[in-house]
């Protein structure tokens, strides 16, 4: 078969699809009305029989509320699933907005239900005139005249029923979508919060740099003037040779140590190149075998690279020293507006989400207006993602 033909069944196909979307969700809306109908009966009855006891009441309330969002949020993503649109967020619209949407959807669900009921009536009537004709018992003309008034009834019908569906679109959109001021507050609210997350963060790292400068290098430095002063009083100039070869490599190691150290700080190599050449000499570093995929066409701003940075390598510490991992894989990817990375290992897993490394890195990313998410099961593997704005 040809290319064009096959292209040409397949477009007057999705066009079928796009004019039966409104009959779809029309219908499915009915169905899901009659369950939305019944939950609020049987809350309301539940609401008013405990209303003598205010703490069960106020408890039957939270618990309503908390179930109408789920219903709600299944209403949005009915509606974003015929419409062919992204997954909504999930309801955040305040208890008695959500309760009044599910109320407010019997409107559209009674005329959906008299909408479908005239289009099932309109296929009995048209299978009557359809058999009438195949009998004889109607003419040409009668039947073309029954034809050319059925399409004009099918078409009214079906705008009536197309109009339905912009009714419960906008009714979801008008009463769970959030308002301007709604939406002022909650963006003040995460901005605070990520403002109390990134202090937290800071003052984790301090404790961390304080803590690796006592614990590692000041060690090493103590055992280096140790070592100088033995070689300063041994009078055996092969001894005082030996020691002064082995307080020359303990201060390579020390200053690759303070490198380390300050590369925790800030990685400095961002200044001159990108990030994917300084994940690459973080992971000719490492003991594990690393993996690095970089599909990233314009560079990010420099907050992203870092934080990007920071998540690599403290994932890649994580899978090192705890999981035990043979490879660690590091996949960056540009999409529309945001920069995803995802680290991967094949360790035993069981890393805590709530732990003071993976919980600093989700505050970096909550800073940006980013998402983090860990995925690590007893046993493995261990997931971490990262996503953050362009810009």
């Not at 409104?22 to 809306?29: D, E, K, L, S, Y």
């Amino acid at each position: 078969m040809p290319e064009h033909t096959v292209h040409g069944r397949r477009s007057r196909l999705a066009a079928v699809a796009r004019r039966g979307r409104p009959v779809a969700a029309v219908a499915a809306g009915v169905l899901t009305a009659v369950a939305e109908a019944l939950f609020l009966l049987l809350a309301g009855l539940a609401v008013v029989a405990v209303s003598p006891v205010p703490a069960v009441r106020r408890r039957v309330g939270a618990t309503t509320i908390r179930y109408a969002r789920r219903v709600a949020g299944w209403e949005r993503r009915r509606l974003a699933a015929i419409a062919s649109e992204e997954p909504p967020a999930p309801v955040r619209a305040s208890g008695a907005r959500v309760v009044g949407y599910l109320a407010a959807r019997l409107l559209p669900a009674a005329l959906g239900a008299l909408t479908a009921g005239l289009l099932v009536v309109g296929v009995v009537l048209a299978a009557i005139v359809v058999r009438s004709f195949v009998a004889g018992t109607m003419t040409v003309a009668g039947f073309l005249l029954q034809v050319l008034i059925g399409a004009a009834l099918l078409a009214v019908n079906l705008q009536a029923m197309a109009g339905v569906a912009t009714l419960d679109r906008r009714l979801a959109r008008r009463l769970l979508e959030s308002h301007t001021r709604e939406a002022l507050q909650r963006r003040i609210s995460e901005l605070a919060v990520s403002r109390a997350g990134v202090i937290a963060a800071v003052d984790v790292e301090r404790q961390r740099i304080e803590r690796d400068l006592h614990d590692g290098l000041q060690q090493h430095l103590v055992a280096l003037g140790m070592l100088l002063g033995r070689a300063r009083r041994s009078r055996d100039p092969g001894k005082a040779r030996a020691l002064l070869t082995q307080a020359h490599e303990d201060a390579q190691r020390a200053v690759d140590e303070l490198r380390e150290v300050a590369w925790r700080v800030y990685p400095s190599a961002l200044d001159h190149t990108t990030l994917d050449e300084v994940l690459t000499m973080v992971a000719q570093r490492s003991a594990t075998p690393v993996k690095i995929t970089y599909d990233v066409p314009v560079r990010p701003a420099r907050p992203v690279e870092t934080v990007l940075y920071f998540v690599a390598c403290e994932a890649l510490t994580n899978a090192t020293k705890h999981a035990r991992a043979t490879l660690v894989a590091i996949e960056i990817e540009a999409r529309d507006t945001t920069i995803g990375m995802r680290v991967h290992d094949d360790g035993i897993g069981g890393a805590d989400p709530h732990g003071s490394g993976l919980q600093g890195l989700a505050r970096r990313v909550a800073a940006l207006d980013g998402r983090f998410d860990v995925h690590s099961p007893p046993g493995g593997p261990t997931t971490i993602r990262a996503e953050l704005p362009c810009a």
